[in-house]
């Protein structure tokens, strides 16, 4: 029922930009906490960012504070991850997930996730 589905990635040059797209099926971003993790060979997982309908709203890493910005458009039912001034260390592989409740997302253990979406970044 509940479904996640990651596009967007591709390759980029250093400083460059690109938009991740997180459409969502089976449930209303309304109530849930969405988080975008990241996960690069031979490092752990990381949350880059997390939104919700709390009235903090957005979380960001310190590693990604000031490039990346989290957004949702309710009607499509889908979370954006605009990602700016690219670094050859933002190579990943990008998951969004989501997990019942609004508030603290940035500490939750998430329960339902996407498939992930390779970014590249290399010149």
């Known amino acids: 029922q509940v479904q996640l589905v990651e596009s967007g990635g591709g390759l980029v040059q250093p400083g460059g930009s690109l938009r991740l797209s997180c459409a969502a099926s089976g449930f209303s971003l309304d109530y849930y906490c969405i988080g975008w993790f990241r996960q690069a060979p031979g490092k752990e997982r990381e949350g880059v960012s997390f939104i919700s309908s709390s009235d903090d709203g957005t979380y960001y890493a310190d590693s990604v504070k000031g490039r990346f910005t989290i957004s949702r458009d309710m009607a499509k039912n889908t979370v954006y991850l605009q990602m700016n001034s690219l670094k050859a260390e933002d190579t990943a592989v990008y998951y969004c997930?989501?997990?019942?409740?609004?508030?603290?997302?940035?500490?939750?253990?998430?329960?339902?996730w996407g498939q992930g979406t390779q970014v590249t970044v290399s010149s």
């Open positions: 997930a989501a997990d019942y409740g609004i508030y603290y997302c940035s500490g939750r253990t998430y329960d339902h």
